[in-house]
């Protein structure tokens, strides 16, 4: 074998280690980076107690339908915490933040910034990540209540509804001409990659306390 022959070799074995090394250091790099954003999601679910009584949760009972004029006092910004909710059938209770950009959903469920606020008159919209905040989701049932509490009250919602959309449709933020909650993950729940479609609950408001109503 010539010197020439050998200069080959060698250089394509150090090529070869060489994008062997880097689809190894890629690849721990990832996994890292989605370990780390997948326990800041799990980390953003907090248990809560089953005994929470829902006794004040028929419909009718302190509800305020509004005049349309705004419950908040102002906007909140983009990445501010403006609450939490809670889903008492799976005893867990999330903080809620203004916005749906990576940033915010690392943190907990992100409130669309085209929507209405909770507890007002329209369609207020709410998203998580399928694998942390919303990984039980899918064991929601229609007719359960979902509580969302913000500085201007406790809003309680009733799952009216439960559709399975693809991902890039809009009919789930549309208007709605009662105060609603749409609540969207990304499906299958189990999908590796981009899920291709979106699981979506829909809610409607049965009970509020605003003001001094709620209790401190």
Known sequence: MGRNDKERKINKRTFVLFIAWFLIASGVYMAVSHTIKWTKGYMAVEQTSASEDVTSLEPG????????????????????EIGSISIPKLEISISVFEGTAEAQLEKGVGHFSGSVLPGENNNSVLSGHRDTVFRRLGEVDEGDVIIVETS?????????????????????????????????????????????????????????????????
């Open 152 to 216: 201007a009250g406790e809003f309680t919602y009733r799952v009216k509804k439960i559709r399975i959309v693809d991902a890039d449709d809009r009919t789930v933020i549309v208007p709605k001409p009662e105060a609603s909650l749409t609540v969207t993950t990304c499906y299958p729940f189990t999908y590796i990659g981009d899920a291709p479609e979106r699981y979506v609950l829909f809610g409607e408001l049965i009970g509020s306390k605003t003001g001094n109503e709620v209790e401190t």
């Open 61 to 80: 009972n302190d509800i305020h339908q509004g005049d349309g004029s705004s419950l908040y006092s102002e906007q909140p910004s983009e990445g501010q």
